[in-house]
């Protein structure tokens, strides 16, 4: 028979909000056990995202609630994750073995999109996922070189699946495994799209919980069309705090509205210097562009991460920061918006249609 003391651990739980997601433990349906024994709460969570190092971060905090609500026994926390396909556009079909495709886009240049991108996919690795990296900058790939992976080849596997490169924990595909580094592309339009799609469907990934595409810059025909091929569960803008950068970010936002695919949330780059000799923090960027356009769209802010020329050092040598320094500020800060990221994504419908067919309905 259940007693004061399992009540209170039962609505203490149901009533705890997750950091990661904003969301309580009841609207999540994390809770798998809770009961006290032998003078302790035993507790099972289960979260729609990777969960290395989560329970660390998460034991003092759930402690400290269930305290206030009347559980006086010890904790002892479980987590696991349970992550699942989300919904991608309603034309188009999700990938064979990878449950969920997101997209790092921006509405301009220069703003650290690619060192976003390869750090949330190293850090959802580091959490305990299973990642690729589809770099889709035809243009000016830069993957390779982030991850260690410049001048080789992927092979091919029975003359028809790429065989992609692994990196860090990570797979990964890009044309610049595929060219010479100093060739320039000079393809049109329709030849950029054609070989991303092939790319994307001609590679074995294998079985993946996350394919993280780091989209070409901007907003025209290109990076339209792909938005509209690429079978995506969500977006991530990345700006940086200055207004210039956010009215081009709002114009990406805009464009995954118009092809039904839902944008996870902001994250503003380069938000903070601080000086490697003084201290001295300073917003070289601006301040608040991130807040602004996050608050007008009614998403989520994922990130504020810093100006640090480390990251930029790290990244040309190939060894991105979330694994160069995992336990630096610097690290924590990319590790915590993937996080939100994932939070975010575990938010979302999941894809209860990819165990049927595609039916197709003709008037003949």
């Avoid at 992976?149 to 790429?162: D, H, S």
């Amino acid at each position: 028979m259940p007693t004061r003391d399992d009540a209170a651990l039962a609505s203490g739980l149901a009533d705890f909000v997750d950091p990661a997601t904003g969301a309580t433990l009841a609207k999540l349906e994390a809770v798998r056990q809770a009961e006290l024994r032998n003078g302790r709460a035993r507790v099972h969570l289960a979260f729609g995202f990777p969960v290395g190092g989560y329970a660390h971060e998460l034991q003092p905090q759930l402690a400290a609630h269930l305290a206030r609500a009347g559980v006086t026994a010890p904790l002892d926390l479980e987590v696991s994750a349970d992550i699942r396909a989300h919904a991608v556009q309603r034309q188009l079909k999700p990938m064979a073995g990878v449950r969920n495709v997101v997209a790092v886009a921006s509405g301009k240049g220069g703003v650290g999109k690619s060192t976003v991108a390869v750090n949330l996919a190293l850090a959802w690795a580091a959490q305990g996922a299973r990642v690729g990296v589809l770099d889709a900058d035809i243009y000016g790939p830069s993957q390779p070189l982030m991850l260690g992976l410049e001048g080789q080849r992927p092979r091919v596997a029975g003359g028809k699946r790429i065989q992609p490169l692994t990196a860090h924990g990570v797979v990964a595909m890009s044309i610049g495994f595929l060219i010479d580094a100093a060739q320039p592309m000079v393809w049109r339009g329709p030849m950029v799209t054609q070989a991303l799609t092939q790319l994307l469907s001609d590679t074995d990934w294998g079985e993946l919980d996350y394919l993280v595409v780091d989209m070409p810059p901007g907003t025209g025909d290109i990076q339209l069309t792909l938005a509209q091929r690429v079978p995506v569960s969500g977006a991530v803008i990345v700006t940086t705090p200055q207004h210039i950068a956010v009215a081009d970010a709002r114009k990406g936002l805009k464009m995954f509205e118009k092809v039904s695919v839902p944008v996870l949330g902001i994250v503003e780059n380069m938000s903070l210097h601080v000086c490697s000799s003084c201290g001295h923090a300073e917003a070289i960027f601006g301040e608040g562009g991130g807040d602004e356009m996050a608050r007008e769209y009614g998403v989520t802010l994922l990130g504020r991460l810093p100006l640090d020329a480390r990251i930029r050092e790290e990244a040309d040598g190939g060894r991105p920061t979330v694994v160069a320094a995992p336990e630096s500020p610097r690290a924590a800060a990319y590790l915590a918006m993937a996080r939100r990221t994932a939070g975010a994504l575990a938010l979302r419908a999941g894809d209860h249609g990819a165990g049927f067919p595609k039916i197709v309905v003709e008037d003949t």
